[in-house]
């Protein structure tokens, strides 16, 4: 996947073929997305249904997958 830094965390989310990755990156692809992105198991990015707001306002260096009660759980 196209980005302009670094991905410093990944973490599998629930659903199988998709994953959440945090780092120094402010884009993915021509999408913005402050230090935190959800792509698929092919590396395309996974927009639909994942809102990160105005992401974060530094690295994003570790990343747990979405359990029951937490934001991003299925």
């Given at each position: 996947?196209?980005?302009?830094?670094?991905?410093?965390?990944?973490?599998?989310?629930?659903?199988?073929?998709?994953?959440?990755?945090?780092g120094t990156?402010?884009?993915?692809?021509?999408?913005?997305y402050?230090?935190?992105?959800?792509?698929n198991?092919d590396l395309?990015?996974?927009?639909?249904?994942?809102?990160?707001?105005?992401?974060?306002?530094?690295p994003?260096?570790?990343?747990?997958?979405?359990?029951?009660?937490r934001?991003?759980?299925?």
């Open positions: 996947v196209e980005h302009n830094g670094s991905i410093l965390a990944i973490a599998r989310s629930s659903v199988a073929t998709q994953y959440y990755i945090g990156f402010t884009k993915i692809g021509t999408a913005s402050s230090g935190i992105a959800r792509i198991a395309t990015l996974a927009s639909s249904g994942f809102t990160v707001g105005s992401g974060f306002d530094g994003v260096r570790a990343s747990l997958p979405p359990s029951a009660g934001p991003g759980a299925s």
